[in-house]
């Protein structure tokens, strides 16, 4: 991304003394939107901006959410590129609510459930896939939704956590869960078999819930020596 610049002429007297150049500073976000569940969740989101010298602030405007800096983040956050955390409170209610943050000078919305059932239904296809001998290898699977405003996380178990990466699919997310809306392919990563990426018997499972934090599905990671 490139800054945005402009000359600005400086005069004395009518007569041009020199010529600055002026630079807006520009930012992206991502995640803008994200589902959270009923029981709350932290959400990390994203700031690029056009040059590592320009600032930024961010704040919640719900109660239910607060903001801050992400510690594992190895960029400085506040200023360049950055990371913070929005992290969502449990939502006590039957009903839905929405609200949002500010970031970079972007707005965030959180959509989050009910303490109820979600009313939404999910398929995953296929139910599994499996990887041999101890080599690396990458997978996918597909989450249809009942409706395009149906949220999911989907996540690893802890028997993968060395082993199996997500990459890819819905709204966004990190190694360990993706998060989104609406029927959305999942792409994951399969480590080569090491001492620090061992393989555990049988593999583990991808767990889908859905955004009253139920669980709509699995997709299994078979692992076989």
């Not at 990371?83 to 969502?88: A, G, I, P």
């Not at 393989?199 to 934090?213: C, E, K, L, T, Y």
Request: proline content about 5%.
């Amino acid at each position: 991304m490139k800054p945005i610049c402009r000359l600005i002429s400086v005069f004395a007297a009518c007569a041009p003394l020199m010529m600055l150049t002026a630079c807006q500073c520009t930012y992206t976000v991502a995640p803008t939107s994200a589902p959270a569940v009923a029981s709350g969740v932290t959400i990390p989101v994203n700031v690029t901006a056009s040059t590592s010298t320009c600032a930024w602030q961010y704040q919640s405007n719900a109660p239910w959410i607060t903001v801050g800096p992400d510690p594992d983040n190895t960029g400085q956050t506040g200023q360049g590129n950055g990371r913070v955390l929005v992290t969502v409170a449990a939502n006590q209610g039957a009903s839905a609510r929405t609200g949002t943050a500010t970031i970079a000078g972007k707005t965030v919305t959180i959509n989050q459930a009910g303490s109820s059932t979600s009313g939404c239904t999910f398929q995953i296809a296929p139910p599994s896939q499996t990887f041999n001998g101890g080599t690396a290898g990458t997978g996918t699977f597909t989450i249809t939704a009942s409706a395009a405003t149906c949220g999911w996380r989907a996540a690893r178990s802890s028997s993968l956590e060395d082993t199996v990466n997500l990459t890819s699919g819905g709204s966004g997310g990190a190694a360990e869960e993706r998060f989104g809306t609406g029927t959305a392919t999942i792409g994951y990563q399969v480590k080569a078999e090491s001492a620090t990426s061992p393989w555990p018997a049988g593999g583990g499972d991808i767990v889908v819930r859905d955004s009253a934090n139920q669980e709509a599905g699995r997709h299994h990671v078979n692992l076989v020596h």
